[in-house]
């Protein structure tokens, strides 16, 4: 028979594994539905667990059912031309639909997923633009995201033959990125 002390070390250790994804899932349920239903828990005469949750699923579906409709088009592209054309929220609400890839009526923010190299290999990087580099010629610009949180990052200018253009959707490498590589770039773009 083999050593116990072992035994019981690789099973505890196979437990908290096999038990930490589980734990760490209702502690997020948990945190988010004591940040949704904190402010109107004790108001209402009647309440339950994962209350705060569905009631945020069923708003974001009927407003979903609602901008599908013709009606519902129509008043959020009001809703829409109204939010940028506000001083400062404008702004702000414009460039996070240009990041996003939900403002089609103008230029993408990232026009293609490309391959940056680097000693050792290569990065996920996203083209932002071009323009002329410190010598004259013209460089690409490229936003290389952090994982897992893309929103922080580096932007380079890079010549173009230095890059490698990624046949994959900017939605797939920002998902990559997030997922830390769990969710493979996918060809597609």
Sequence with gaps: MGNPTRHVTRCLVAG???????????????????AISSSWR??????FPGLGLLLAATLVY????FVTTFVGRWLWRSIDRVLE??????????????????????ERFFRGVVAVPTEGGH??????????????NPRV?????????????RLVLVA???????DSRVSDAL????????SPLTSGA
């Excluded at 009927?62 to 059912?65: A, K, R």
């Design 16 to 34: 908290i594994v096999a038990l930490l994804p589980l734990g760490a899932a209702l502690a997020t349920f948990a945190w988010l539905e004591g």
């Design 42 to 47: 004790d108001k209402i005469p009647f309440y």
């Design 62 to 65: 009927l407003v979903g059912l």
């Design 85 to 106: 054309s506000l001083p400062l929220l404008g702004t702000l609400y414009h460039s996070l639909k240009e990041v996003l890839g939900y403002d089609s009526s103008r």
């Design 123 to 136: 990065e996920i990087g996203l083209i932002t633009g071009d323009c002329k580099g410190p010598d004259g």
């Design 141 to 153: 610009l490229v936003f290389v995201p952090g994982s897992p949180n893309p929103s922080n990052g």
């Design 160 to 166: 173009a033959k230095d890059v490698t253009k990624l």
């Design 175 to 182: 998902r990559t990125l997030v997922s830390m590589g769990k």
